[in-house]
């Protein structure tokens, strides 16, 4: 008889156990990539030129991946809302690469026209431009 | 005389050239909903390209997919990998018409209705689509709104049976862009 109480305990207890870490995953927020270490380097150029070579191979090596490019500023738009779009220059004269700041971002304030920056976020592919999202100035 | 009648001629032939201005966002907002009262379910998406042609009405929006962002990291996992397949289908593109262009006066501040048609080609599935929305001018800058619903079996995206109840069989989109001059 004992021996049943504590199976069954035990089964409630894994159980609830389980239900609370499946609680907490389905709650998790997705990561907030200005925390995440490292990141790998590259320039704007490099990084079209890697994607205009071979959009399938770009798309293997940066997509979803955390990226730190580095560039000069091509443009700075920040709409109504506080949410800021940067573009980098390029070697292409109709292709940059697009990075949109998280939107309470404050670094951003920092990023001027035409000056050199390191932007890190996380690379969603190629459309014309090179897309990045989740942005923020790097250290 | 003849010369310069010539001259003025050549001169009106090229004034509806200047005029032909396209409008363009790297920047755009595309969001979904696709909750039902059990769940809320929302991504948006911040870096939509779009360019539209104040003349003829041509318009087209493409975004990646892999760009939508969630509250909840599972919901993003789930989106790109069970429902989107955005490793295969990376692209989502809308080409099309605003058929009542020459309703708007882009030289005029305002708030001007118009009606959409095109082809909405996501998740390797292509399904016309017309919705109305509205093209606001302010100065040189133009603010296009718009929401329509597609259903999710029309683009061969299905549902679980397990999740049936969460997840709604119509999605709502909403469009929210900036537009500028493109020079």
Redesign the interface.
């Known amino acids: 008889m004992r021996t049943w109480k504590k199976i069954i305990t035990g089964v409630i207890v894994l159980a609830l156990a389980a239900a609370g870490y499946g609680w907490f995953?389905?709650?998790?927020?997705?990561?907030d990539i200005r925390k995440e270490k490292g990141g790998i380097e590259i320039t704007a150029i490099e990084l079209l030129k890697a994607f205009q070579q071979d959009e399938m191979a770009g798309?293997a090596k940066y997509?979803?991946k955390v990226l730190i490019v580095s560039g000069i500023v091509n443009g700075i738009?920040t709409?109504s809302s506080g949410?800021a779009?940067v573009?980098l220059r390029t070697n292409d004269l109709l292709a940059?690469v697009?990075c949109?700041f998280y939107q309470d971002d404050e670094g951003v304030k920092k990023i001027k026209t035409g000056a050199p920056v390191r932007i890190k976020g996380i690379c969603?592919?190629?459309?014309?431009?090179i897309?990045l999202?989740?942005c923020s100035l790097a250290e | 005389m003849k010369q310069m009648l010539i001259a003025v001629v050549l001169l009106v032939l090229t004034i509806p050239v200047f005029s032909q201005k396209r409008y363009f966002t790297?920047?755009g907002?595309i969001s979904f909903a696709a909750g039902t009262a059990a769940e809320d379910i929302d991504g948006v998406n911040?870096?939509t390209?779009s360019v539209f042609d104040a003349a003829t009405g041509q318009i087209e929006f493409?975004?990646?997919v892999?760009?939508f962002?969630?509250?909840?990291?599972?919901m993003?996992e789930h989106f790109n990998e069970n429902y989107m397949e955005s490793?295969k289908f990376?692209?989502s593109v809308f080409k099309g018409k605003i058929v009542n262009i020459d309703k708007v006066n882009f030289q005029k501040d305002g708030s001007y209705p118009v009606t959409v048609k095109g082809v909405l080609d996501m998740h390797g599935e292509k399904k016309e689509i017309e919705t109305t929305g509205t093209l606001k001018v302010t100065g040189e800058t133009v603010h296009s709104d718009a929401s329509f619903t597609v259903l999710l079996a029309d683009y061969k995206i299905e549902i679980p049976s397990l999740v049936k109840d969460k997840v709604s069989k119509t999605v709502t989109i909403k469009i929210n862009c900036?537009y500028n001059v493109l020079k």
């Open positions: 995953l389905y709650q998790k927020p997705p990561p798309n997509v979803d738009q709409d949410q779009t573009t940059a697009t949109s969603t592919g190629m459309l014309s431009d897309v999202n989740k | 790297k920047s907002q911040k870096a390209t493409a975004l990646l892999k760009g962002e969630f509250k909840r990291a599972l993003q490793d990376p692209k900036n």
